[in-house]
């Protein structure tokens, strides 16, 4: 080997190359920074076969394994979903997209091995930096031409559920109900809560008395109200559910080329182009496979479904963009306050350095996005 792997990570690339590993270098490059994986840690590592130059490159992903940290955020079940949908979701919708070539929704990483003991949870895929794809820079806001492939893609993967549903009802059910509802269990823990109420509250101060007292007061309702607002958001008891990404933020986007970026107000004043975007895209996707979007979710369904379900998008938001304009060096993950899991996280968690100037401006955005279409 060119570099030391852990035991526990070569046992896992045993299984990728199918072969004598033997006959591999194996090279480890530098590990993901610092709060881009919040749940666990990730290695990159490269294989070459000496013999014929046969090259694997390869993310590991790996479950945090300390045990109160899984005790205060549901870890395991977050792979365990991860997991179902590389080794059991993604095969079936993939044999069944291959069915009408004309469907080129192909957006996925390929899945190499998966490992679901408890405590040493591990998925190994393919590492598409190698095909120049890249993460961009989390601070930055999406702009058109951003969101505007984002919706596209949403929309022909979401089609594949709704599609292989109208098929195969059966199987569809039987591959959802192996699936957990993860926000529900992140509601239940503590730290969560903490966080989310610490962070809405702390986001009025975004507004601007005198120029924003009714949004303050409708604002002030919201936040009294989050954790439950956030729960039932969450939980989906209509006719047209989907199997969903569940995480789409940018660190768990990867792009190929460049865009152009700017201010985000933009998007969010230009709501209503976007959904039509994701429901144009849907019903095209929909149409290959000989099927009616207008039957299997209306438009107007998809309006009425964003109004109550966009306040756990709303919410998490606020979280998220609160960390992702935390300077690079003050980044944090679950290791770094696992000792105060039984107090008050966000004293930890959100009393380090971040770019306030930027915070204030996106989150008042968000806010008023909100009441606005009244969404709150």
């Known amino acids: 080997m060119d570099n030391v792997v852990s035991p526990r990570v070569y046992d896992i690339i045993k299984e990728v190359v199918d072969e004598d590993i033997e006959k591999f270098s194996i090279s480890v ?76 929704f192909d957006k996925i990483p390929k899945c190499f091995a998966t490992i679901s003991d408890e405590g040493n949870e591990k998925i190994v895929l393919e590492n598409i930096k190698y095909q120049n794809f890249e993460i961009y ?40 109900k192996e699936l957990t509802d993860i926000y529900s269990e992140f509601t239940e823990r503590k730290p969560f809560r903490d966080s989310l109420e610490y962070i809405l509250d702390f986001c009025s101060k975004s507004l601007q008395p005198g120029e924003d007292d009714e949004v303050i007061q409708k604002y002030k309702h919201y936040v009294e109200n989050c954790i439950d607002k ?9 006719d047209y559910s989907v199997i969903i990404h569940g995480d789409c933020w940018s660190n ?78 003050d980044v944090l993950d679950l290791t770094d306050f696992k000792e105060e899991f039984d107090t008050n996280t966000s004293d930890l968690y959100f009393n380090i350095k971040y770019d306030e100037a930027t915070y204030k401006e996106r989150s008042r955005n968000l806010i008023l996005h909100m009441y606005e279409n009244d969404f709150l």
Not at 60 to 68: G, L, N, P, R, S
Not at 152 to 157: A, D, E, I, P
Not at 230 to 238: H, L, P, Q
Not at 299 to 319: I, N, R, S, V
């Open 29 to 104: 490059h530098e590990a993901n920074k610092k709060g881009e994986g919040y749940l666990g840690q990730m290695c990159f590592v490269s294989l070459r076969n000496r013999n014929n130059g046969k090259t694997f490159n390869l993310v590991i992903k790996e479950a945090f394994a300390d045990e109160v940290i899984r005790i205060n955020a549901p870890i395991r079940n977050v792979f365990l979903n991860e997991i179902n949908f590389y080794t059991k979701v993604w095969p079936c919708f993939q044999n069944f997209k291959n069915k009408t070539p004309s469907i080129d």
């Open 137 to 176: 820079d989390k601070t930055k806001a999406f702009e058109r031409e951003h969101i505007e492939f984002i919706f596209t893609q949403y929309g022909k993967f979401h089609a594949l559920s709704f599609a292989y549903r109208a098929f195969y009802p059966e199987r569809y059910s039987d591959l959802s």
């Open 230 to 238: 956030f729960y039932n958001s969450n939980n989906y008891t209509g």
């Open 252 to 329: 768990n986007m990867m792009f190929k080329y460049d865009l152009v970026w700017g201010a985000s107000k933009k998007v969010l004043d230009d709501l209503d182009y976007y959904l039509k975007v994701y429901h144009n895209s849907l019903s095209e996707t929909l149409n290959e496979f000989g099927c009616n979007a207008e039957e299997l979710y209306p438009f107007a369904e998809l309006k009425k479904d964003w109004k109550h379900h966009c306040q756990l998008g709303f919410t998490m938001g606020l979280l998220l963009w609160r960390v992702k304009l935390t300077s690079e060096e």
